[in-house]
């Protein structure tokens, strides 16, 4: 059964690879993303995982950064399910074989970490992302962790939507047994893990719930890039307390109707 699915799993990267390949060049950004949408849902209905929104789902209107706590590489195609959105990656994903060049044709935005220069041109580009009207998602932790906590956030790209005058919109993932709805670090990718291994974890795995929590979104003020981000990690911090049952929406937010949504084929 885990060969037939590992088997299909190639098969389904073939596919989008063959989707880039052939049709982004003639679409639209609306198909495209129509298109990033229906891979990711079958990517992981293969990996046995389903979505679930904890609404409501706050509207930011055109250009937003959304914000997350980082688990596993699956974070990229859960949030894809959600909305397809712009990404920030380490540059070393861009040599990875086929996946790097499929984060690229997908929009995926590259930065060489350690080089203040190369900060100053993704800051721009995703400046221009924004006011073009695209959601870009940052992971502002720089890592990976099992999801029990949220690692202080690095303020150099909160500068973007400052500049920009965009709002900052807070997400939170959790990863939990389906059945029993427990916490599973079974997608953790951290420590000296490799992909295929956090891959294989999943598979063994019994169904797995991705959950998606939304905090209302923030605007920058005059403490600057290190304020928002303390700000946007504090919004992070109260809505993973939320997913894992130990502490009430924040004060003034309106009471999460959980909302699921099945990894299927069928675009929404």
């Known amino acids: 059964m885990i060969a037939l699915r590992k088997l299909a799993l190639c098969l389904h990267l073939l596919r989008g690879l063959l989707t880039c390949a052939v049709l982004f060049p003639w679409l639209g950004k609306t198909s495209r993303q129509w298109h ?25 209107g055109r250009g937003a950064m959304v ?4 688990i596993s590489w699956l974070d990229i195609f859960v949030m894809h ?20 060049w499929l984060c690229e044709q997908t929009g995926t935005l590259f930065i060489e970490r350690g080089r203040k220069r190369d900060a100053h041109r993704v800051l721009h580009d995703i400046t221009d992302c924004m006011l073009q009207g695209d959601r870009v998602c940052v992971f502002p ?8 906590d949220v690692l202080p956030f690095h303020a150099n790209l909160m500068q973007a939507p400052i500049s920009a005058g965009l709002p900052v919109l807070p997400v939170a993932l959790r990863y939990c047994d389906a059945a029993t709805g427990e916490r599973t670090v079974a997608p953790a990718y951290i420590g000296d893990l490799t992909l295929l291994q956090t891959l294989d974890a999943i598979l063994h795995s019994p169904p797995i719930t991705a959950q998606i929590a939304f905090g209302q979104p923030l605007q920058a003020d005059d403490g600057g890039r290190r304020a928002l981000a303390d700000h946007a990690r504090e919004a992070v911090v109260a ?3 939320q997913l894992q049952g130990n502490a009430p929406l924040p004060a003034g937010e309106p009471s999460a109707t959980p909302a699921t949504t099945t990894a299927t ?3 929404v």
């Open 36 to 60: 990033i949408r229906r891979w990711s849902r079958r990517l992981l209905r293969i990996c046995g995982v389903d979505i679930e929104l904890i609404g409501p789902v706050p509207e930011t």
């Open 67 to 70: 914000v997350a706590n980082h």
């Open 265 to 267: 084929d069928n675009p």
């Open 81 to 100: 399910c959600w909305e397809p959105s712009r990404f920030v990656a380490k540059s070393e994903i861009r040599d990875w074989p086929l996946i790097g």
């Open 141 to 148: 932790e720089g890592t990976t962790t099992d999801g029990t």
């Open 239 to 241: 809505l993973c307390r």
